[in-house]
């Protein structure tokens, strides 16, 4: 499956943002889709992930509560809705796909397939 994230921009804190990734190939609705982060000179880490019926979701604690990742498999589409941003929350996004449902795991290396990506900067 190929993956094209979107969305990205420059927002004060405090702010929100919908990043946007869309499916195209391989029937969207086997994988289980995740976003991670990468901020300058860090590892990428895990941001959320969720199912491929979109029943099940999981966050990392850095955002839980402030960050809501959803999938609409009509439009081969998964999105990561972001409020109450903070500074730290800058970095690259990107977006992932597993075809090994149900794993929900935070290791990119379980994600085969990967979008390009889109810059996130929360100004202070």
């Known amino acids: 499956v190929q993956l094209q994230a979107s969305g990205g921009g420059l927002v004060q804190a405090g702010g929100s943002l919908r990043l946007s990734c869309a499916a195209s190939?391989?029937?969207?609705?086997?994988?289980?889709m995740a976003w991670f982060r990468q901020a300058p000179g860090k590892e990428r880490e895990f941001v959320a992930v969720i199912s491929w019926s979109g029943g099940t979701t999981y966050y990392a604690d850095s955002v839980k509560g402030r960050f809501i990742i959803s999938r609409d498999n009509a439009k081969n589409t998964v999105y990561l809705q972001m409020n109450s941003l903070k500074p730290e929350d800058t970095a690259v996004y990107y977006c992932?796909?597993?075809?090994?449902?149900?794993?929900?795991?935070?290791?990119?290396?379980?994600?085969?397939?990967w979008g390009q990506g889109t810059q996130v900067t929360v100004s202070s």
């Open positions: 992932a796909a597993t075809s090994v449902r149900g794993s929900y795991s935070r290791d990119p290396a379980e994600f085969g397939s």
């Open positions: 190939g391989r029937r969207f609705s086997i994988y289980d």
